[in-house]
């Protein structure tokens, strides 16, 4: 009997922020998977270990979780002032299918250094020394990203002492500027409050009316008061993973969130939609202990912030979510606003399981309608592995 030989392909992996996944430039694929199609989603599927029905991704790149779960494509950019485009594929870990519907902000910190590494940018914009800014064009979600890159010997600086709250060893600082977050969703006609209002009465089966604001910046996000659904915000991942009716629960308010939002047209479609939206739940600030054991204090943060990804409680925070909260917290009145204390202000800090992050945001009102101009937060990221990965060549 014969059987297919493996197959190399030019690979990176690379941590960004509190996520790790495998970059591909575009030209590197086989030509099948270049285009957006099963071709791509089975090759990619397969370099990632999914569907893995044991939850382990063992025979493959993937960590069997949604945060180190993830495929980013990047290729040079056509697009006027921009250096290169990105693709960012959530990879399901028990189910055979990619979601493209939305970015991640983490993996948006090793963009510019990938970028910068593997030559997609023009050698003209990159100082031998000092800061690069990489322009960078979000594929998902048809979004600007300004990455501030450090370089030291006209290579790409990745040491250093930023500490990044999630992440265990220091690396160097990359900040990054969201420019325009605001998702431009089906049905939301562009609006960064697709339903019109700051809070919303959500009707949720089985939990009943809960007081929801449903925002649309960095990525779809529905944030509801702890307190309302049995929580304090303190809680770190084992109080809710291991419980498959809470479980349940967020996942319902999930589909339905989603439906007041015109991202999906029917619940059933929430299944096929598991990136977007993420649903947070948030509190006021309060004394708790991190999933490292470090103190957090009341006094150090302005509230406590928790959020699901692919049906499970992140670890750390979403840096797509983290856009969400820093632009809901500086809005006066929506529900993140007002348990950081309420008023006007143009940074939050946050508390969330591994730590605290900042994020600051420049929201406006303009003709009635709230709009935010750039979302700015500080990242690290780092190569990991470079050179090939393997897949059977009858894979794809």
Request: net charge negative; glycine share 12%.
């Amino acid at each position: 009997m014969n059987h297919a030989p493996q197959i190399k392909i030019a690979a990176t992996y690379m941590r960004g922020g509190t996520s790790k996944g495998v970059f591909f430039n575009l030209t590197d694929l086989p030509e099948a998977a270049q285009q957006p199609g099963a071709a791509r989603d089975a090759l990619l599927l397969r370099v990632i270990g999914s569907p893995d029905p044991y939850g382990k991704q063992t025979d493959g790149m993937g960590g069997a979780t949604s945060s180190t779960s993830k495929i980013v494509i990047l290729s040079k950019s056509n697009r006027p002032d921009h250096d290169v485009d990105y693709l960012f594929g959530q990879v399901s870990i028990d189910k055979p299918f990619i979601d493209w519907s939305g970015n991640c902000g983490n993996l948006s910190a090793a963009v510019g250094p990938f970028a910068i590494s593997n030559g997609l940018v023009g050698q003209a914009r990159i100082p031998q020394d000092g800061m690069a800014t990489v322009r960078i064009w979000q594929a998902n979600i048809g979004k600007t990203i300004v990455s501030h890159v450090p370089m030291t010997n006209g290579a790409v600086q990745e040491t250093g002492d930023f500490e990044l709250d999630g992440v265990t060893f220091p690396a160097a600082e990359v900040q990054l500027e969201f420019i325009d977050p605001a998702a431009e969703e089906e049905g939301a006609a562009g609006a960064m409050f697709p339903t019109g209002n700051l809070v919303d009465d959500l009707d949720v089966p089985g939990v009943g009316m809960l007081k929801a604001t449903m925002i649309n910046a960095g990525i779809p996000t529905i944030f509801v008061n702890a307190q309302d659904i049995g929580y304090t915000g303190t809680e770190l991942q084992d109080a809710i993973n291991g419980d498959t009716k809470a479980l349940s629960m967020f996942e319902t308010i999930r589909a339905h969130g989603a439906m007041r939002m015109g991202l999906i047209k029917n619940l059933e479609e929430a299944a096929q939609r598991q990136h977007t939206p993420k649903v947070a739940f948030v509190a006021q600030a309060a004394d708790y202990l991190a999933s490292s054991g470090k103190q957090i204090g009341a006094g150090d943060i302005d509230l406590v912030v928790r959020a699901l990804s692919m049906g499970k409680l992140h670890h750390a925070m979403m840096g797509t979510a983290a856009v969400a909260i820093g632009t809901a917290a500086t809005i006066p009145g929506t529900l993140v606003n007002l348990a950081a204390g309420a008023g006007e202000r143009q940074s939050v800090t946050f508390g969330h399981p591994s730590g605290t992050l900042k994020v600051g945001a420049q929201a406006m009102q303009e003709s009635g309608q709230w709009t935010v101009k750039k979302v700015s937060m500080s990242r690290s990221a780092r190569v990991l592995m470079e050179g090939n990965v393997r897949i059977p060549a009858d894979a794809f």
